[in-house]
């Protein structure tokens, strides 16, 4: 059974970093597709990176967050490594999983309906 459980979120400067974890718990027997979403005001759920667990293909990232945000994976954890928060980085991000693995085809951050497991949320507060 798939289990997402994010953690690392806190209340932060503009300008600071921060890095969001989220404990994975994915059959060994299929790769993935396993991302990090934002909601907050100005989007429902935005995808924000992209990465497959098969390794062999680059992750993807939206317009928003690129040059910023890095994700990274090892068998137990995803991350969303954070630099030079803005307070429009402000919401609540949610790690996601599928074992469809469109991302591995194409650099494509996917939609929430392409994700069928989510974590419970963590909040990130970016002060102006």
């Known amino acids: 059974q798939v289990q997402l459980a994010e953690s690392g979120g806190d209340s932060v400067e503009t300008g600071a970093a921060l890095t969001l974890s989220c404990a994975l718990s994915?059959?060994?027997?299929?790769?993935?597709?396993i991302a990090w979403f934002r909601h907050n005001s100005r989007a429902d759920r935005e995808g924000l990176a992209t990465i497959y667990t098969g390794g062999g293909s680059p992750a993807a990232y939206s317009d928003s967050v690129k040059g910023r945000f890095t994700i990274s994976h090892d068998k137990k954890t995803l991350y969303l490594q954070m630099n030079n928060l803005q307070p429009e980085d402000t919401g609540t991000y949610y790690c996601?999983?599928?074992?469809?693995?469109?991302?591995?085809?194409?650099?494509?951050?996917?939609?929430?309906?392409?994700?069928?497991?989510w974590g419970q949320g963590t909040q990130v507060t970016v002060s102006a």
């Open positions: 996601a999983a599928t074992s469809t693995i469109f991302c591995y085809y194409n650099s494509d951050v996917g939609d929430p309906a392409d994700f069928t497991h």
């Open positions: 994915l059959s060994s027997h299929s790769t993935y597709c």
